[in-house]
């Protein structure tokens, strides 16, 4: 086996691991906190998705891992300025 491909797999076995981390630090009772466990969980489904798409020639994974990516920063932002109100 090629030590990319190893490293690819070791990669994925890893942003699970985060993605299990972050789940748990989800269940706090502050709002930030659940916004980025859920930040870091999209993050890491989306390169997930690139690695994937990597190792089977897939090319829509990059599409759907792109759009993860840029909704998830517009749905943060959008949930800050709501909560955080007017500034005055």
Known sequence: MDILLISKYI???????MMLASL???AYKSTSMG?????????????VLLIGGDLYNLGFYKDISLALIFFGFVGTI???VTVGGEDK
Request: no cysteine; charged share 5%; proline share 0%.
């Open 11 to 17: 990669l994925v076995i890893a942003l699970i691991m």
């Open 24 to 26: 748990r630090a989800s």
């Open 35 to 47: 916004l980025l466990a859920s930040s870091a969980i999209v993050n890491a489904f989306a390169v």
């Open 78 to 80: 959008a949930f800050a």
